[in-house]
């Protein structure tokens, strides 16, 4: 390394000393309620694998069986020669099930908004975004080049006041907001910011990534949640977490569909969503279109888990769907915790500064249908004795 370079050993050290430098721990087997690290056997608590199709046989055959007739790679970008019927089939098969007019996939959630924000929007524009937004949003923001407001989390008036504010300004107007705020679980107050958009004349999107497979009937995700099909401008969501494989979604208008196939970058120059993705992604929207057992059971463990851990007197914070933070506060803290309990077999990150603001950081706990009440009781178990022993609750 030239000495050039040295200010990133500076800065990791300052990571270090604060406690802000991650533990990236490998997994050795396949995601799951429980999974094997360095030789153990660990209680998952942090994956987004809401229903458990990650490691779904019927997902993984699917894959496996494309691939035997189609391949692995895409070869190119989806505007030259990387569109494959398959890219076609999910995106119709993904339209019918948010009940939208048509859909393009991604490579993953965050090239979703990178797709979506940048065309929509440029110089002359005004991007409305929650204070808490991903920081997927947050680039893609900075991509488009448009003025960005930030207005206070959930807070509609804050929102109308900014619109208002800006309400003579040339361009257009975007409001974004994430769908279900992943580190709080908190649901975005979707219905009053569709009144507002349609006050001020602005362009709606919402990100669902932690909505999709969870809320609304059998997992269709916020738009469906509040019933508010064709009000939502863009809803952008990613096959990363319920799904169980990888890949983005923008489902929408026809014409925002075939804006987005000629405007998008990621679309343009980044090759197309795999085939064993794409493949896995369609069994899995297959399953949820049959069935919502998985949600159900998804929600069941997350109430359960919630219940439990307040019972015995965490603060698990205000959350409205399973995501469960237990708020800690220092980072040091949160470190220690989630250290001590994967020595207690409980595999459980802690969330700290930038992720969540200082002051705030916790361990996320997230549970999926794959968990048994047994496989969480353990879980809840082993927080409560960390926790009396660091002080976190009483007794
Ligand atoms: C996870 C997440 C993303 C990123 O999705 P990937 O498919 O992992 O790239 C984007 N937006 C939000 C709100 C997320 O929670």
């Given at each position: 390394?030239?000495?050039?370079m040295?200010f990133?050993?500076?800065?990791?050290?300052?990571?270090?000393r604060?406690?802000?430098?991650?533990?990236?721990?490998?997994?050795?087997?396949?995601?799951?309620?429980?999974?094997?690290?360095?030789?153990?056997?660990?209680?998952?608590?942090c994956?987004?694998?809401y229903?458990?199709?990650?490691?779904?046989?019927?997902?993984?055959?699917?894959?496996?069986?494309a691939?035997?007739?189609?391949?692995v790679?895409?070869?190119?970008?989806?505007t030259?020669?990387?569109?494959?019927?398959?890219h076609?089939?999910?995106?119709?098969?993904?339209?019918?099930?948010?009940?939208?007019?048509?859909?393009?996939v991604?490579?993953?959630?965050?090239?979703?908004n990178?797709?979506?924000?940048?065309s929509?929007?440029?110089?002359?524009?005004?991007?409305?975004?929650?204070?808490?937004?991903?920081?997927?949003?947050?680039?893609?923001?900075?991509?488009?080049?448009?003025?960005?407001?930030?207005?206070?989390?959930?807070?509609?008036?804050?929102?109308?006041e900014?619109?208002?504010e800006y309400?003579?300004?040339?361009?257009?107007?975007?409001?974004?907001?994430?769908?279900?705020?992943?580190?709080?679980?908190?649901?975005?107050?979707?219905p009053?910011?569709?009144?507002?958009?349609?006050?001020?004349?602005?362009?709606?999107?919402?990100?669902?990534?932690h909505?999709?497979?969870?809320l609304?009937?059998g997992?269709?995700?916020?738009?469906?949640?509040f019933?508010?099909?064709?009000?939502?401008?863009?809803?952008i969501?990613?096959m990363?977490?319920?799904?169980?494989?990888?890949?983005?979604?923008?489902?929408?208008?026809a014409?925002?569909?075939?804006?987005l196939?000629?405007?998008?970058?990621?679309?343009?120059?980044?090759?197309?969503?795999?085939?064993?993705?794409?493949?896995?992604?369609?069994?899995?929207?297959?399953?949820?279109?049959e069935?919502?057992?998985?949600v159900?059971?998804?929600?069941?463990?997350?109430?359960?888990?919630?219940?439990?851990?307040?019972?015995?007197?965490f603060?698990?914070?205000?959350?409205?769907?399973?995501i469960?933070?237990?708020?800690?506060?220092?980072?040091?803290?949160?470190?220690?915790?989630?250290?001590?309990l994967?020595?207690?077999?409980?595999?459980?990150?802690?969330i700290?500064?930038?992720?969540?603001?200082?002051?705030?950081?916790?361990?996320?706990?997230m549970?999926?249908?794959?968990?048994?009440?047994?496989?969480?009781?353990?879980?809840v178990?082993?927080?409560?004795?960390?926790?009396?022993?660091?002080g976190?609750?009483?007794?």
């Open positions: 390394m030239t000495a050039s040295a990133m050993n500076e800065e990791l050290d300052r990571m270090k604060e406690g802000l430098y991650g533990n990236i721990r490998a997994l050795d087997g396949p995601q799951g309620a429980w999974i094997k690290i360095d030789g153990g056997k660990y209680l998952n608590l994956s987004n694998n229903l458990g199709l990650a490691n779904d046989p019927r997902v993984c055959e699917r894959a496996k069986a691939i035997d007739s189609l391949g790679g895409p070869g190119a970008v989806r030259i020669a990387g569109t494959m019927s398959i076609l089939e999910l995106e119709r098969k993904l339209a019918e099930f948010k009940g939208a007019e048509a859909a393009i991604l490579q993953s959630g965050y090239c979703a990178v797709a979506v924000i940048p929509l929007t440029g110089e002359d524009d005004v991007i409305f975004s929650d204070s808490l937004n991903h920081a997927s949003i947050i680039d893609a923001c900075r991509l488009s080049r448009a003025k960005t407001v930030r207005y206070e989390h959930s807070d509609m008036a804050s929102l109308a900014r619109l208002e309400g003579d300004a040339p361009g257009r107007r975007l409001i974004i907001t994430d769908g279900v705020f992943s580190m709080d679980g908190d649901v975005a107050r979707l009053e910011i569709v009144e507002i958009a349609e006050r001020f004349g602005a362009i709606t999107a919402v990100d669902d990534a909505g999709e497979g969870v609304g009937r997992g269709r995700g916020i738009v469906d949640h019933g508010l099909h064709g009000r939502v401008d863009v809803e969501g990613t990363s977490k319920a799904f169980g494989a990888v890949g983005g979604i923008v489902a929408g208008s014409v925002l569909i075939d804006f196939r000629q405007k998008a970058r990621p679309n343009l120059f980044s090759s197309a969503l795999t085939v064993p993705d794409a493949a896995a992604c369609l069994a899995a929207v297959e399953i949820m279109s069935s919502d057992d998985p159900r059971k998804l929600w069941h463990n997350g109430d359960y888990i919630k219940a439990a851990l307040r019972g015995r007197g603060n698990a914070g205000n959350s409205e769907t399973p469960t933070p237990v708020i800690i506060g220092e980072a040091s803290d949160a470190k220690a915790f989630s250290a001590r994967f020595e207690a077999g409980v595999f459980a990150t802690a700290v500064f930038p992720t969540v603001p200082r002051g705030t950081a916790r361990i996320r706990v549970v999926s249908a794959a968990h048994s009440e047994e496989d969480l009781d353990k879980g178990e082993a927080f409560t004795c960390i926790g009396r022993e660091m976190v609750i009483g007794g």
